[in-house]
């Protein structure tokens, strides 16, 4: 464990940056890609300005690579991710995506020792209006393996 | 399997369980569709190294997988609005998981009608190797 917090003010100015990735499209290639993977299954998908399954949002994320994170912890370990959409995703539409870092704090303790969370979000906006429809959202656990303890929940 | 009925709902009502066995070859096309190749993914050597028993099942493709179990329980009745997995323990490819689920909440908010679902991914020894939670909104 480090003698003192990691989460320096350089770290903590960090929290709430928002960095515009692209944009990308809910193509049918994509859909029949995420579909492939989730449920290896093939169709041609629906038609254009129809809704499309959720998975589709993993399909999205080749076409940008996000900035990177500070690695302050020799280790990093996903412990949470989750999709959130204010509506279905529709077939052909052309999203902003942007990349946000929500959330970073340090936990003492637990199955890993002294860790630090880094919860990062990328949004996808429709464009002019600015509305989010869906965000993907990543928490990456930091920290030192020889500090961690097998198993067990955190 | 009939889609579910807003007004029938109940807190308690079970999901049926689906069971799966996410193999090496979906991990790799996984890893094809983020364009992402982490070696413990896809090479056993490589999982041995970072202290795994063999290749494991990446976590976001396990919170689609139980968007999946979600999504054959809803049907048409209307969509998923979140679906979380907060990871417990590493899932072996090649090895049975069984997700299940249950509605924990049935509610209208902002006009919608809408139910919470606590979810887990269990693995063959009967851990949770996955908590879950999906909210979904009726039509």
């Known amino acids: 464990m480090?003698?003192?917090?990691?989460l320096t003010d350089d770290?903590?100015?960090?929290?709430?940056?928002?960095?515009?990735?692209?944009?990308?499209?809910?193509?049918?290639r994509a859909y029949q890609r995420a579909l492939d993977v989730y449920l290896g299954e093939h169709d041609q998908g629906p038609a254009e300005g129809e809704d499309v399954p959720g998975y589709v949002i993993e399909a999205l994320n080749s076409e940008t690579d996000p900035p990177?994170?500070?690695?302050?912890?020799?280790?990093?370990?996903l412990i949470s991710n989750e999709w959130q959409f204010e509506r279905p995703l529709r077939m052909g539409e052309t999203l902003e995506k942007t990349h946000r870092i929500v959330d970073i704090s340090e936990r003492f303790g637990g199955r890993f020792g002294y860790s630090i969370n880094v919860r990062t979000e990328v949004a996808l906006s429709e464009p002019g209006s600015g509305v989010v429809v869906a965000r993907n959202v990543h928490t990456m656990t930091q920290y030192n393996a020889a500090?961690?303890?097998?198993g067990g929940e955190s | 399997m009939s889609a579910p009925v807003f007004a029938a709902l109940r807190e308690g009502d079970e999901l049926p369980p689906l069971e799966l066995q996410p193999n090496l070859g979906q991990v790799i096309r996984y890893c094809a569709l983020n364009w992402n190749f982490p070696p413990f993914f896809y090479d056993p050597e490589a999982a041995k190294a970072v202290g795994m028993p063999g290749t494991i099942v990446p976590g976001p493709l396990k919170v689609?997988?139980?968007?999946?179990?979600?999504?054959?329980?809803?049907?048409?009745?209307?969509?998923?609005?979140q679906v979380?997995?907060?990871?417990r323990r590493p899932d072996l490819t090649n090895r049975p998981i069984t997700i299940a689920g249950r509605?924990?909440?049935?509610?209208?908010?902002?006009?919608?009608?809408?139910?919470?679902?606590?979810?887990?991914?269990?693995?063959?020894?009967?851990?949770?190797?996955?908590?879950?939670?999906?909210?979904?909104?009726?039509?």
């Open chain 1, 11 to 28: 770290v903590r100015a960090l929290i709430g940056s928002a960095v515009p990735l692209s944009t990308v499209q809910v193509t049918r």
């Open chain 2, 103 to 139: 509605v924990a909440r049935v509610y209208e908010e902002d006009g919608e009608q809408r139910a919470d679902l606590e979810m887990a991914i269990m693995n063959q020894d009967g851990q949770p190797s996955v908590r879950g939670f999906a909210v979904v909104q009726f039509r």
């Open chain 1, 68 to 77: 990177p994170i500070p690695a302050l912890m020799p280790q990093s370990i």
């Open chain 2, 64 to 81: 689609g997988l139980i968007y999946r179990a979600v999504e054959a329980w809803l049907g048409d009745a209307g969509f998923i609005r």
């Open chain 1, 147 to 150: 500090d961690a303890r097998d």
């Open chain 2, 84 to 87: 979380r997995a907060a990871h």
């Open chain 1, 2 to 6: 480090p003698e003192e917090s990691l």
